[in-house]
T-cell receptor, first 113, second 115 residues
């Protein structure tokens, strides 16, 4: 079945540091890929997405590129802020399976001033 | 537009008791999901509805969990009887349709504690 593997956390960075959170996936078809974010005390919300190979999703300074050859969708940001502290979830949605979604276990990011 | 509504937000019960959760999706969203999120893990799909029909319930523990979506709008998830390992956050999400490129919108979740 489908699966998503995220780098283990937690991740602690200083403000303005470079962020990478690794995500790899296994899927039988051609899934759409997503990053969702959960800020403290809030529900999950979409951060960015990519729907086909080589697409780049971007939002709020975050980027991720759909790499079919390495089955990866790593999240990056050039300069993190304290307000980016949250839990980040990588997910895929399988069109061949009625859009069923599979989530990674999340990576907790803490940014210190 | 209004977001996904869930109630209650918190529930504490003793093992072997029953509990029910309610979800109201975004208006017009045909697809509705229930997820279980255990602390430190990602959401795990329990059941997916398309309108009022079940698309996937392969990971729903059917001996104790049940869900319905009457009239293709609101949904309820029930646990009877509850076990200690059911302690988790139960998330409801909706999507315009089941097309994989559309995002899901999540409710705030119901935090269940089973004592």
């Amino acid at each position: 079945g489908d699966s998503v593997t995220q780098m283990e956390g937690p991740v602690t960075l200083s403000e303005e540091a470079f962020l990478t959170i690794n995500c790899t996936y296994t899927a039988t078809g051609y899934p759409s890929l997503f990053w969702y974010v959960q800020y403290p005390g809030e529900g999950l919300q979409l951060l960015l997405k990519a729907t086909k190979a080589d697409d780049k999703g971007s939002n709020k300074g975050f980027e991720a590129t759909y790499r079919k050859e390495t089955t990866s969708f790593h999240l990056e940001k050039g300069s993190v802020q304290v307000s980016d502290s949250a839990v980040y979830f990588c997910a895929l949605s399988d069109q061949g399976n009625a859009g069923k979604s599979t989530f990674g276990d999340g990576t907790t990011l803490t940014v210190k001033p | 537009e209004a977001g996904v509504a869930q109630s209650p937000r918190y529930k504490i019960i003793e093992k072997r008791q029953s509990v029910a959760f309610w979800c109201n999706p975004i208006s017009g969203h045909a697809t509705l999901y229930w997820y279980q999120q255990i602390l430190g893990q990602g959401p795990k799909l329990l059941i997916q509805f398309q309108n009022n029909g079940v698309v996937d319930d392969s990971q729903l523990p059917k001996d104790r969990f049940s869900a319905e979506r009457l009239k293709g709008v609101d949904s309820t998830l029930k646990i009877q009887p509850a076990k200690l390992e059911d302690s988790a956050v139960y998330l409801c999400a909706s999507r315009r349709d089941f097309k994989s490129y559309n995002e899901q919108f999540f409710g705030p979740g119901t935090r269940l504690t089973v004592l």
